[in-house]
């Protein structure tokens, strides 16, 4: 009966190991897609600025990176995962977005990467 006791501790310890790998891993793929959704937003911004036109492509391509982020946060930060949806949605047609609206629901550029800082450093260094 002990060693039936032991077994099954051991058999629960290796499924919370496993969880917490799953978890983490999770947490990296999130990390990762809003990372790659605010640098190539940060980019576009950057050369817009520098002069560039405004390129419908490279906004169907913010709308579908924020879409994609979206995904994996909602087991994450369900709240961070629907501020990605809106972002996708206003770059579907940026100049329909009043800048109090934007303010509003936290989908500034600047609102979203710090809580993207925060997610990445939890322990608040950065």
Request: proline letters at 3%; aromatic letters at 8%.
């Amino acid at each position: 009966m002990l060693k039936w006791i032991i077994d099954k501790l051991f058999d629960a310890s290796g499924l919370i190991v496993q969880a917490r790998k799953d978890h983490r891993e999770l947490a990296d793929l999130a990390l990762n897609a809003i990372s790659q959704a605010l640098n190539e937003t940060f980019i576009y911004y950057r050369d817009v600025e520098a002069g560039d036109v405004i390129d419908k492509q490279r906004q169907d391509h913010l709308v579908r990176l924020w879409s994609a982020a979206a995904i994996p946060l909602r087991h994450i930060d369900s709240e961070l995962a629907g501020i990605c949806e809106y972002k996708a949605r206003y770059w579907l047609n940026p100049d329909n977005w009043q800048p109090r609206e934007i303010e509003q629901l936290g989908i500034g550029l600047e609102s979203v990467r710090d809580r993207y800082r925060a997610m990445l450093h939890p322990d608040g260094l950065h």
